[in-house]
């Protein structure tokens, strides 16, 4: 079957515009995760979906990030008002279920570049 | 909370050399450990991982990792390295209940002719 998709692959957008970045997800993956790599900051986690239940937004680094997933399948994080400091390369992973030994599958990532 | 160190941002070794990669973490609760491999231009792909059973651990590619409680360590190693083993390699770790992932900040490996 298909790993972990993301589109687009490259974004380039002025700052100030809103950005959307979509994550679809292994077929039969409760779990999915945002994390942001940059070389400032690493890998790092920004948002977890499981299920039904409420997300894990502990990670999102402003009130200009968000995150849906839609029909517990799809997601979009979604970055309002860019700045330059967003340009990172955005990845999603997910996992079979939300236990922390479980394995994360990640997708290629979506490189954001705001000029 | 938990974290992870990487020692060493950049390793280089000679093709046949032995591989180490060093990753220690501080956890307050048992930890899950894991070692990712990025290639360039692409995602991050699962080399092995620990989840309490047995404390050596083999994974894909040759690769092992052995988990030392008592240095909380869980370094990478191969006994010979190929060329095709250039890539950048994250050592991770998740508690609990909270299973996303807290990663080091990375190594990058060269390999020489």
């Known amino acids: 079957g298909a790993g972990v998709s993301q589109s687009p692959s490259n974004k380039v957008t002025e700052k100030g515009k809103d950005v959307e970045l979509r994550c679809d997800p292994i077929?039969?993956?409760?779990?999915l995760y945002w994390y942001r790599q940059s070389l400032g900051q690493g890998l790092e986690f920004l948002i977890y979906?499981?299920?039904?239940?409420?997300?894990?937004k502990s990670g999102l680094p402003s009130d200009r990030f968000s995150a849906e997933r839609t029909g517990g399948s799809v997601s979009t994080l979604t970055i309002q008002r860019t700045q330059q400091e967003d340009s990172a390369v955005y990845l999603c992973?997910?996992?079979?279920?939300?236990?922390?030994?479980?394995?994360?599958?990640f997708g290629p990532g979506t490189r954001l570049t705001v000029t | 909370a938990q974290s992870v160190t990487q020692l060493g941002s950049h390793v280089s070794v000679s093709e046949g050399a032995l591989v180490l990669l060093r990753c220690n973490y501080s956890?307050?609760?048992?930890?899950?450990l894991f070692w990712y491999v990025q290639y360039p231009n692409q995602g991050l792909q699962l080399l092995l991982k620990y989840t309490s059973a047995a404390t050596l651990v083999k994974g894909i590619n040759g690769f092992e990792a052995e988990f030392k409680k008592s240095e909380t360590s869980f370094h990478l190693t191969k006994p010979s390295a190929h060329m095709s083993d250039a890539a950048e390699y994250f050592c991770?770790?998740?508690?609990?209940?909270?299973?996303?992932?807290?990663f080091g900040t990375g190594t990058r490996l060269q390999v020489t002719l």
């Open positions: 992973a997910s996992s079979l279920d939300w236990r922390s030994s479980t394995e994360q599958y």
């Open positions: 077929s039969g993956h409760t779990a």
């Open positions: 956890s307050s609760v048992p930890p899950y």
């Open positions: 979906f499981q299920g039904n239940s409420a997300p894990d």
């Open positions: 991770a770790v998740s508690t609990g209940t909270a299973s996303k992932l807290t």
